[in-house]
Nanobody, 121 residues
Framework: QVQLVESGGGLVQAGGSLRLSCVVS????????MGWFRQAPGKGREFVAR????????SYAEFVKGRFSISRDIPKNTMYLQMNNLKVEDTAVYYC??????????????WGQGIQVTVAS
């Protein structure tokens, strides 16, 4: 059974930083890419970043380039999203999920419970 458990969200002032974590179980990660998506109130879910688990290749949405950094700890089956210089528009619920590396679209329908990130002005 696939389990994706996010943590690390919260309330931060604009310009601040947060680090999200996603602990993954029930997946053969060596064959996958994992990623982060987010959903702001009243908006659809959008791609943020992804990492190819085995080789570490990364991809980012334009609006987070230079501010966010995705990484993974292979022995811990954990993925991270370091978010720096946060903006009010980064406020959203953030989700981790398997990703199709070539398209940055979700692979299947396995999602974590989501973690709230709120950036105050």
């Amino acid at each position: 059974q696939v389990q994706l458990v996010e943590s690390g969200g919260g309330l931060v002032q604009a310009g601040g930083s947060l680090r999200l974590s996603c602990v993954v179980s029930g997946l053969t990660l060596s064959n996958l890419a994992m990623g982060w998506f987010r959903q702001a109130p009243g908006k659809g879910r959008e791609f943020v970043a992804r990492i190819i688990w085995s080789e570490g290749g990364v991809s980012y949405a334009e609006f987070v380039k230079g501010r966010f950094s995705i990484s993974r700890d292979i022995p811990k089956n954990t993925m991270y999203l370091q978010m720096n210089n946060l903006k009010v528009e980064d406020t959203a619920v953030y989700y981790c999920t398997p990703v199709i590396a070539m398209s940055n679209k979700p692979y299947g329908d396995s999602w974590g419970q989501g973690i709230q990130v709120t950036v105050a002005s």
